[in-house]
T-cell receptor
Framework: EDQVTQSPEALRLQEGESSSLNCSYT??????LFWYRQDPGKGPEFLFT???AGEEKEKERLKATLTKKESFLHITAPKPEDSATYLCAVQAGGYSSASKIIFGSGTRLSIRP | DGGITQSPKYLFRKEGQNVTLSCEQNLNHDAMYWYRQDPGQGLRLIYYSQIVNDFQKGDIAEGYSVSREKKESFPLTVTSAQKNPTAFYLC????????????FGPGTRLTVL
């Protein structure tokens, strides 16, 4: 069964304390892995897409990496404004397989000043 | 500004009533999606549409209906057949179905009393 698991469920860090969020997946035919940021009561905001193992992408204090079984979202020297829920999603199968996008339950990140 | 709008932001209905949630986009995207988000769970796909006058069921379509008469609009009706309709509903769009990046609206929080 296709599955996406994010850990930890919640993470509290001090401002400037670097850490990583994990997204492990079990899907048939990975087409892409996506990271989104979601603020409370709002829609998710797209961050990255990763396509193949070994790929990395960066944006400000965030860096996403991908292996054959999991993805990490590394956050370097976070600031309070980085506090949000980070969602991972995986697209499996062939083209136009919108029904095969599977979201994890997210990691709630809280950065204390 | 291009984007996706959802209305209303908060919606209250009595049990047994049908209710329609609005979603409009001015991004000229072909594909549109409806997701449901419950606390502590990932987003689950309700319906998606790849093109005008066409739509497919997602993972949890029972108790919901949609229409796609215009490219810009993809309204979702929550019917009385939906057993547990109280949730946060998110609309999204992408250039084409299966495209990497989905743009999300701000969401509608539906509470059924």
């Amino acid at each position: 069964e296709d599955q996406v698991t994010q850990s930890p469920e919640a993470l509290r860090l001090q401002e400037g304390e670097s850490s990583s969020l994990n997204c492990s997946y079990t899907v048939s035919g990975l087409r892409g892995l996506f990271w989104y940021r979601q603020d409370p009561g709002k829609g998710p905001e797209f961050l990255f897409t990763l396509y193949s193992a070994g790929e990395e992408k960066e944006k400000e204090r965030l860096k996403a990496t991908l292996t054959k079984k999991e993805s990490f979202l590394h956050i370097t020297a976070p600031k309070p404004e980085d506090s949000a829920t980070y969602l991972c999603a995986v697209q499996a199968g062939g083209y136009s397989s919108a029904s095969k996008i599977i979201f994890g339950s997210g990691t709630r990140l809280s950065i204390r000043p | 500004d291009g984007g996706i709008t959802q209305s209303p932001k908060y919606l209250f209905r009595k049990e047994g009533q049908n209710v329609t949630l609005s979603c409009e986009q001015n991004l000229n995207h072909d594909a549109m999606y409806w997701y449901r988000q419950d606390p502590g769970q990932g987003l689950r796909l309700i319906y998606y549409s790849q093109i005008v006058n066409d739509f497919q069921k997602g993972d949890i379509a029972e108790g919901y209906s949609v229409s796609r008469e215009k490219k810009e609009s993809f309204p979702l009706t929550v019917t009385s057949a939906q057993k547990n309709p109280t949730a946060f509903y998110l609309c999204a769009s992408s250039k084409v179905a299966g495209d990497d990046e989905q743009f999300f609206g701000p969401g509608t929080r539906l509470t059924v009393l």
